[in-house]
């Protein structure tokens, strides 16, 4: 996924132009039908970020305020969308 000192010789971003998994995939459709919502959620995650700085100093506490947020985004898509609807296994 990530470039080599032959990519850095052509210019090449890998991680820009090479999909880690092909369109032949037999699991690639489920998976890049979620990349529109993990994007989104990285940017939510941004947003509350001051100045691009995390909120907590070291791996553990900034692990926790990640672990917080997933949770509140979570929870609070839970409750816009209630789960009046079938199960998500039985709704796909």
């Known amino acids: ?29 489920v ?12 940017r939510a995650l941004d947003d509350t970020l001051h100045l691009r700085r995390a909120h907590s100093v070291g791996h553990r506490r900034q692990w926790l305020n990640l672990l917080g947020f997933a949770l509140m985004t979570n929870s609070l898509t839970l409750a816009e969308h209630g789960r009046a609807g079938p199960p998500l296994e039985q709704a796909a």
């Open 1 to 29: 996924l990530h470039g080599n000192d032959e990519d850095r010789a052509r210019k090449l971003n890998r991680p820009e132009n090479v999909r880690p998994i092909p369109p032949t995939d037999p699991h690639f459709n």
């Open 31 to 42: 998976l890049f039908r979620q990349r529109n919502d993990a994007e989104s959620i990285n």
